[in-house]
């Protein structure tokens, strides 16, 4: 009998951690699971069709060529395999990155400003991003300096944040309410003056390029892409990882954090440097892709609850699965034509939206802040 | 331990707020601050929690001065439950008391037990799964409590603990922070219940600490007229007790 062997709560301790630990591992390894089987899909999923076992045969010969498949017996066409390893294989980690990256974001905000409905758009950050984006696209690299799209997404995102941040502070405090209506604000700011240059800009094909892209699309992605989101989301997630525990103690509240031992200010900052660089980056890649920050993480706290050791992976892990399914839909539903992420985003993003209005605790959330 | 204040004086925004304070709170005092709305007590003790740092004057605790300790060892010497309700994510009460251990190095393993015990203490064993936003002003502020005693400090610090409370939690939230015999330090509303909780009382008016010492001496009708600007009168009136076997 296992009944006799098992104790009340009060003598277990505070948790009954056991189970809760192990559930949690177990979602984790079922979400990377997801990951993978999302990714093999992606890969094979396209105008040219590629079946599953030749997607994974293609991609297994070019990792380690000889070992994983049959002895070699190469069962595709030259021309799958430059499609599959060229152009899909990269587009789907891209995927996978932005995802990850831009959910991780998300659930950093929302505990930054301690207001479920934060998201890298609410709060302005994307906007900027793409104004620096849109300056190098239209006026050129050389207008600006020699700045790379990355660096001058990042200098918008950090432009925006840093401007939110002081309209936001009264007093030495931060007013999440102040911090979310100054964000909306800029956010606006900023798509009026892309919006400018974009009127400016005298070839309408360029602009058009660009307003595509604004509403985020994979559709560029190529390997030398992915090592600089791959090196700043890896290590923007591991810092974020082990600083779990002042991170809770924020988005318990600025005074509880003081009170709790966390240097609020310098981590503030340090955490608004890392969110726009985060953004800067994946915005370069990727243009702007709404509703995945705000959508993803609370997902992944009605799954594990509001403890980020737990939110973070998991938000990082659902964001790159949802991701993947959202840019397969994207290329597949409208076929040959591509749609812009947002729109297919919006569709999963604007019900959830309103779903969470409606949700007693927000509406507690929105007038106490 | 020993809170320890000299001359501090904090001004917000320009605004001078509070005036040369001098304070102090020898270990296992409980020591009120009473005085009328805006005169300063909830700004002084944010000073020393660090939330504020003060324009002018000294404060140490244990003989540093917290304003030059880093901000962990700081909060290992001082635990606060202040007015601000924690977060609008849904945070367990299990979850909140862990933040007491922030302060604190990498999850040890002594952590859990710690903080099961504080929630015991406060007499909510059984709630470690609950959502904290779910739960009466009561609980929640005893969940804080246990919280500021898994942080393990010979100081605590209180703003207004027992607003938002009725009577009966009033009490029992007094009760037992002066059962834990720790230094606290308590800005408190009721004149009635600082008198009867408080080894001393510091009364602020207008930024100014005008008078201290133990109640029965500090809380006359002169003092009180001149500070709150009423007139106080003894009277018979209903003593609110606590019964023993409640909880």
Same mark, same amino acid.
């Given at each position: 009998m296992t009944g006799a062997t098992r104790q009340s709560p009060a003598q277990t301790?505070?948790?009954?951690?056991r189970r809760r630990v192990s559930g949690f591992l177990l979602l984790i390894a079922v979400l990377a699971v997801a990951v993978v089987a999302s990714t093999w899909l992606a890969v094979s999923i396209g105008a040219v069709h590629v079946a599953l076992p030749q997607a994974w045969g293609i991609v297994a010969d070019r990792l380690l060529p000889g070992v994983l498949t049959d002895g070699g017996a190469r069962t595709w066409t030259p021309v799958q395999e430059q499609i599959v390893w060229e152009f899909r294989l990269p587009r789907a980690l891209l995927a996978l990155l932005v995802g990850a990256g831009l959910s991780v974001v998300g659930a950093v905000l929302q505990a930054l400003v301690r207001n479920p409905l934060a998201d890298p758009f609410l709060l302005g950050i994307s906007s900027g991003a793409s104004f620096g984006a849109v300056l190098v696209l239209i006026l050129g690299a050389s207008a600006l300096g020699g700045l790379s799209l990355s660096a001058a997404a990042f200098a918008g995102s950090l432009l925006s944040l840093a401007l939110v941040y002081t309209l936001a502070q009264r007093s030495g405090r931060l007013s999440p309410s102040r911090l979310v209506l100054a964000g909306v604000a800029l956010a606006y700011l900023f798509q009026a003056a892309y919006s400018f240059v974009l009127q400016l800009a005298q070839s309408g094909r360029a602009a058009q390029q660009v307003l595509f892209w604004l509403m985020g699309s994979l559709g560029g992605a190529r390997w030398h892409m992915l090592p600089l989101p791959a090196v700043v989301l890896a290590a923007g997630v591991t810092y974020l990882l082990l600083q779990h525990r002042p991170l809770n103690a924020l988005a318990a509240g600025e005074e509880t954090a003081v009170s709790l031992g966390v240097n609020v200010h310098r981590f503030r900052l340090i955490l608004f440097v890392l969110t726009s660089l985060l953004v800067g980056v994946l915005v370069a890649t990727s243009g702007a892709i709404a509703f995945v920050g705000l959508i993803v993480p609370h997902a992944a706290r009605l799954l594990v609850g509001a403890d980020h050791r737990r939110v973070l992976p998991v938000s990082a892990l659902l964001g790159a699965v949802f991701l993947q399914f959202v840019d397969i839909a994207a290329r597949t539903v409208n076929a040959p034509q591509e749609l812009a992420l947002s729109i297919v985003t919006a569709l999963f993003g604007v019900p959830f939206f309103l779903w969470l209005l409606r949700r007693r605790s927000v509406d507690r959330a929105v007038s106490v802040t | 331990m020993k809170l320890d204040l000299r001359g501090v004086s904090v001004t917000l925004d320009g605004h001078p707020i509070v005036h040369e304070a001098d304070l102090v709170v020898d270990d296992g005092e409980f020591v009120g601050l009473v005085g009328p709305n805006g005169c300063g007590k909830s700004t002084l003790l944010r000073s020393i929690y660090r939330a504020l740092r003060p324009a002018a004057g000294l404060i140490t605790v244990d003989g540093d001065d917290v304003h030059r300790l880093p901000a962990r060892q700081a909060a290992r010497r001082t635990a606060v439950v202040a007015q601000e309700t924690p977060s !609008?994510? !849904?945070?367990t009460v299990a979850e909140i008391v862990f933040m007491g251990r922030t302060p604190y190095r990498a999850d040890a393993a002594g952590d859990e037990e710690l903080c099961a015990r504080a929630l015991e203490r406060v007499g909510l064993a059984g709630a470690t799964e609950r959502i904290f936003a779910t739960l009466s002003g009561g609980e929640k502020q005893r969940v804080l409590l246990a919280r500021a005693l898994a942080q393990q400090t010979r100081l605590l610090l209180l703003d207004e603990p027992t607003s938002h409370l009725d009577i009966r939690h009033q009490l029992e939230i007094l009760h037992l922070v002066r059962e834990l015999g720790i230094a606290t330090l308590a800005v408190l509303h009721d004149l009635n219940q600082a008198a009867a909780f408080c080894d001393r009382l510091y009364v602020m008016n207008a930024g100014r600490i005008v008078a201290d010492g133990p109640p029965e001496q500090v809380l006359t009708p002169d003092l009180i007229c001149q500070v709150y600007g009423v007139r106080a009168v003894h009277r018979t009136q209903l003593v609110f007790e606590r019964l023993k076997e409640e909880r």
């Open positions: 301790g505070i948790v009954p951690k | !609008d994510l !849904d945070f």
